[in-house]
């Protein structure tokens, strides 16, 4: 059973640099999945900010795209996220997830979730 | 970005009622939705992939149909633990999004 676990700070000043790491365990980051992060400010609905293979190559949300920045360290099976420039509306939480797969035709989906983690940005 | 519209917003309903929520795509999306439940506190669990598909443990209650532009979620007979938001996903072009949610509340 695949999991994950966002760790980072919960607190951000505006104009700083959020950062979040996602642990992996019970599967292997290596493997063909790509792996994202989503958003979900207060009360209201999920945002996807972007994603990230083993082997670096991303895919970012174009109204994020300037100031997020996504990695992934194999040896610690896990993967980051940083988003700069931060401002009250980044106040949300965060979840990572696997992308999976099914069906002949390459449908994905987002099949394991961790708990998410609540980022405000407050001076 | 392919904006999805999730009608209603929140629904009222009894245990054992059958309950509709339909989600409409700006533009086809063939097959490639998805459907996820989330309870408060708690992260969004996938119920349905590819329009149809039933994700593995996810009761038989829960059936979703459509292709194109609309598509739709139906609980066959609502339980006490189906009272939750619903959200729609399309993951036919990137940015993946999302409709705006459902809320699903005891009648």
């Known amino acids: 059973q695949v999991q994950l676990q966002e760790s980072g700070p919960g607190l951000v000043k505006p104009s700083g640099t959020l950062s979040l790491t996602c642990a992996v365990s019970?599967?292997?980051?290596?493997?063909?999945?790509?792996w994202s992060w989503v958003r979900q400010p207060p009360g209201k609905g999920l945002e996807w900010i972007g994603e990230i293979y083993h082997s670096g190559s991303t895919n970012y949300n174009p109204s994020l795209k300037s100031r997020v920045t996504m990695s992934v360290d194999k040896s610690k099976s896990q993967f980051s996220l940083k988003l700069s420039s931060v401002t009250a509306a980044d106040t949300a939480v965060y979840y990572c997830?696997?992308?999976?797969?099914?069906?002949?035709?390459?449908?994905?989906?987002?099949?394991?979730w961790g708990q998410g983690t609540l980022v405000t940005v407050s001076s | 970005d392919i904006q999805m519209t999730q009608s209603p917003s929140s629904l009222s309903a009894s245990v054992g009622d059958r309950v509709t929520i339909t989600c409409r795509a700006s533009?086809?999306?063939?097959?490639?939705l998805n459907w996820y439940q989330q309870k408060p506190g708690k992260a969004p669990k996938l119920l349905i992939y590819?329009?149809?598909s039933l994700q593995s443990g996810v009761p038989s209650r829960f059936s979703g149909s459509g292709s194109g532009t609309d598509f739709t979620l139906t609980i066959s007979s609502l339980q006490p633990e189906d009272f939750a938001a619903y959200f729609c996903q399309q993951s036919y072009s990137t940015p993946p999004t999302f409709g705006q949610g459902t809320s699903l509340e005891i009648k």
């Open positions: 590819a329009a149809s």
């Open positions: 533009q086809s999306i063939s097959r490639y």
């Open positions: 997830a696997r992308v999976g797969k099914g069906g002949l035709l390459g449908f994905v989906f987002l099949d394991y």
């Open positions: 019970g599967g292997s980051i290596n493997n063909s999945n790509w």
